[in-house]
């Protein structure tokens, strides 16, 4: 997982449909150095969870393609005078 990703949080006693959304702010690593705990935004708040309880959603940001769009390419709006009569 990386920071700015987000995840669904694991709650037990809820239906996976309610489970909250929460973004990644920092990962916390063990005395191992290998990352097992995660702080998350959720909602006002800011959370601790394992990353066990977590689940990343399929799409994240950095996989969305963007389209590079420019004005100059926008054709200028036809007036009624210059529509073609058929």
Do not use: H
């Amino acid at each position: 997982m990386k920071v700015g990703e987000i995840v669904l949080v694991e709650n037990p006693n809820k239906k996976r449909l309610y489970w909250p959304l929460a973004k990644v702010l920092e990962l916390l690593p063990g005395r191992d150095g290998n990352v097992r705990t995660l702080r998350l935004k959720c909602g006002n708040a800011e959370i601790i969870r394992p990353v066990q309880r977590l689940f990343p959603l399929e799409i994240q940001p950095e996989e969305l393609p963007i389209a590079a769009v420019s004005m100059e390419k926008v054709p200028k709006p036809l007036t009624l005078s210059e529509v073609p009569v058929a």
